[in-house]
């Protein structure tokens, strides 16, 4: 059974970092794509970062690129989630989801509907 397990999140000051873990089990970490998703409340989910071992691309939206870093350790089987200069418009609950298997890919991660795992998430605040 695939399970991910988020963890990391917390409170912290604007201008300051946290750093998010996505602990994955149940499958081979050879083939996979995993993605951070965030849900700010009142708004839609959005896929903010991916990183996929298949075909070694990692992904960052605009808007996080210059502060947030995704990398993963495959002796852990985890997904990490640097994220720094975190501003008060970062305060969401954050959720990884995996796709897994041959062909997984980032292509197309961050409407997530290829993702076919999702686990429980984490919750960011930002204070100003």
């Known amino acids: 059974e695939v399970q991910l397990q988020a963890s990391g999140g917390g409170l912290v000051q604007a201008g300051g970092t946290l750093r998010l873990s996505c602990e994955a089990s149940?499958?081979?970490?050879?083939?996979?794509?995993i993605g951070w998703f965030r849900q700010a409340p009142g708004k839609e989910r959005e896929g903010i970062s991916c990183?996929?071992?298949?075909?070694?691309?990692?992904e960052h939206v605009d808007s996080v690129k210059e502060r947030f870093t995704i990398s993963s350790d495959s002796v852990k089987n985890t997904v990490y989630l640097q994220m720094s200069s975190l501003k008060p418009e970062d305060t969401a609950v954050y959720h990884c989801?995996?796709?897994?298997?041959?062909?997984?890919?980032?292509?197309?991660?961050?409407?997530?509907?290829?993702?076919?795992?999702w686990g429980k998430g984490t919750h960011v605040t930002v204070s100003s």
């Open positions: 149940g499958f081979t970490f050879d083939d996979y794509a």
């Open positions: 989801a995996a796709d897994v298997g041959v062909g997984s890919s980032c292509y197309g991660y961050d409407d997530g509907v290829d993702m076919g795992f």
């Open positions: 990183i996929s071992n298949a075909d070694g691309s990692a």
